[in-house]
């Protein structure tokens, strides 16, 4: 199975999305997370253009309603022909369910193969006293992040988002076929901004992370392309 590197493509306009990616060559195809702030700003428009220059996406827009709502949504996501979508692990079980029955029946109406469903567990913003103390959830970030992963799993979902550090835990939990896709990346020299739950690349392909999701660190770097490229020689050496 594939081990991406998926780059978030965090920008404003469909305009700037698409000037960042012309900075790469075009046989460079490469995965891009196409998250809320772009995808509200251009619509399903984007995932076809990015689509049809060669690059996977990953359509992270985190859905959290009631089963029935969020089913029809992810029936309508299915059909974009993405990658990989996201849904919140904390919406629980009817919920989960839900929206992976949504995604396959989309993508089956469009006979398309049905994207890969993470579910969202413990933000990598997150830390132990927002656990305890804003969300009210007792007990240790680990410990929760793995409870979602075993909803989610049991709900049919293919993975979960979480941080590096909690990977090993998950695969020892429900199995190492399950993913866990990490975000909170930071190469060594890199700041950690508003991310609490971070490892390097190197550290996260050593604790057996299925996939990093980055930004900051490509998109605002100097040489995006060089960015993008040494991430990819110490995640896969
Ligand atoms: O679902 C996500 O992708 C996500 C979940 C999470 O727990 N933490 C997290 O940072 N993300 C996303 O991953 C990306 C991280 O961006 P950087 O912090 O710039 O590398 C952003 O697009 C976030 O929305």
């Known amino acids: 199975m594939s081990r991406p590197v998926i780059i978030a493509l965090d920008f404003p306009t469909a305009t700037k999305a698409l000037a960042f990616l012309d900075q790469f060559p075009a046989n460079l195809h490469v995965t891009v997370k196409i998250g809320m702030e772009l995808f509200y ?36 996501l299915g059909q974009l022909g993405v990658t990989y979508t996201t849904v919140h692990a904390a919406g629980g079980h009817m919920m989960l369910a839900a929206a992976k029955r949504g995604l396959v029946a989309g993508a089956t109406a469009a006979g398309l193969p049905a994207p890969k469903l993470l579910a969202i567990t413990q933000l990598t913003s997150t830390n132990q006293d927002i656990l305890n ?24 979902c293919d993975g979960v988002i979480c941080s590096a550090q909690e990977v090993q835990a998950i695969h020892e939990a429900v199995g190492t076929d399950f993913l866990g896709i990490t975000p909170g990346i930071r190469p060594a020299q ?24 980055i930004g ?3 998109t605002q770097a100097t040489d995006p392309v060089k960015a993008y490229q040494d991430i990819m020689s110490e995640w896969s050496n």
């Open 216 to 218: 900051r660190p490509i």
């Open 133 to 156: 103390q804003d969300q009210q959830i007792a007990g240790t970030v680990r410990a929760s992040v793995v409870h979602y992963a075993q909803l989610a799993q049991q709900s049919g």
């Open 41 to 76: 700003a251009a619509g399903p428009e984007i995932v076809k253009a990015v689509q049809q220059r060669g690059h996977a996406v990953f359509l992270d827009l985190k859905l959290h309603d009631i089963p029935n709502t969020v089913e029809s949504a992810m029936r309508v």
């Open 190 to 213: 890199a700041q950690a901004d508003d991310q609490q739950r971070v490892m390097t690349p190197a550290a996260a392909a050593k604790a057996g992370s299925n996939g990093l999701v």
